[in-house]
């Protein structure tokens, strides 16, 4: 009994390392919000221009990201304490968005047709991405 325990407390503590690898703050900076904010704008009109029918699924987490930083912006409280939760909650919403299933990831977009439209898409989402990169993963090359 107590070995299947620790082996419960031993996948908590992985689930753990795996979420703080994954990012559940970012090495954002306040001053980074305005552009982050342009960033996801950018993206979102790109995504709009393109899409036939229903927005796709993760277009909903770029909403909420643009939507809390203008919170943020126009609402001030107590501004350290509130920055950490909102780099808490944009960085849990952009990996919304990056669902392996339904996120960004699995977007077929630009599988065939012009490499025009497919390389600006690519280009716009690594614009939103540098902002969510951890330290270690520039190091290692595994942003996205």
Not at 53 to 66: S, T
Not at 79 to 84: A, G, I, L, N
Not at 119 to 130: C, S
Request: net charge neutral.
């Amino acid at each position: 009994m107590r070995e299947f325990s620790a082996g419960k407390t031993a996948g908590k503590r992985g689930k753990e390392e795996k979420e703080n690898r994954r990012g559940s703050t970012t090495n954002l900076r306040k001053e980074q919000l305005v552009p982050l904010h342009d960033a996801l704008e950018n993206l979102m009109r790109f995504v709009r221009e393109r899409q036939c029918g229903r927005a796709p699924y993760f277009y909903r987490y770029l909403d909420y990201m643009k939507n809390n930083i203008e919170i943020f912006l126009y609402i001030r409280g107590n501004p350290e304490e509130d920055f950490r939760y909102l780099d808490k909650i944009l960085c849990r919403d952009w990996n919304a968005a990056n669902d392996m299933y339904i996120g960004i990831p699995s977007c077929k977009w630009f599988e065939k047709g012009p490499r025009e439209p497919a390389m600006k898409y690519l280009e716009l989402l690594e614009e939103v991405n540098q902002y969510f990169v951890q330290e270690q993963d520039r190091e290692e090359g595994t942003g996205f």
